[in-house]
């Protein structure tokens, strides 16, 4: 659903590690969409509670994040990029892409994170069970959620290639 959207919003999504920063910030390059990366947008206009000891990371305040980026969504032309989906307005995105990698690939980037431990082995899951991308496809309507392969380099130029083709696509159907 694109309301009255002149320019697309795009998510990308997937467990942590499996390449969304980096596919997106060569796409916001190549489309001038605006990147948005949520993560950093809830530490920096404080959407982050008190600290979760199980986990070792902070409790996410969605509702003051959704406030925060509804204006942002709202004119369009954007990368959403988080490691979770179900919480945003559905009417937000045109399309929804959900990065995948294979698990030992995505076990030595999260090693190389620092990742140890628990948290380690709790995002290998989250990956070996689709979780994003069931999230996804649970939250969103199954003709607009694209799982894309994030293995090798060549996988990702090739991801950033698609997704400028749907840009362009977009850009055409709605005459702009
Ligand atoms: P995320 O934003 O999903 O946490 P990232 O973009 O920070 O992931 O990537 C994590 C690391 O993995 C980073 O060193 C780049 C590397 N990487 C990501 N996608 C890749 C791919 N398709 N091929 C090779 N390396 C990749």
Wanted: charged share 30%; proline share 5%; with cysteine.
């Amino acid at each position: 659903m694109s309301e009255n959207r002149t320019l697309p919003n795009i998510l990308v999504t997937g467990t942590p590690g499996v390449g969304k920063s980096t596919t997106c910030e060569q796409l916001s390059e190549a489309t001038g969409l605006r990147w948005l990366n949520v993560s950093e947008i809830a530490r920096e206009t404080d959407c982050l509670d008190e600290f979760d000891p199980q986990y070792g990371c902070p409790v996410l305040n969605e509702d003051k994040l959704l406030d925060e980026l509804e204006p942002r969504l709202a004119t369009g032309g954007n990368i959403v990029e988080y490691h979770g989906c179900d919480f945003f307005p559905e009417r937000w995105f045109d399309i929804v892409f959900v990065l995948r990698t294979d698990n030992k690939l995505l076990y030595d980037r999260l090693t190389k994170r620092g990742y140890s431990g628990k948290k380690l082995e709790e995002n290998v899951q989250c990956e070996i069970f689709q979780t994003l991308l069931d999230e996804a496809r649970g939250a969103y309507s199954n003709e607009i959620v694209h799982e894309l392969p994030s293995n090798t380099p060549d996988q990702m130029e090739e991801n950033v290639e698609r997704i400028c083709q749907w840009v362009s696509a977009w850009k055409v159907d709605h005459g702009v």
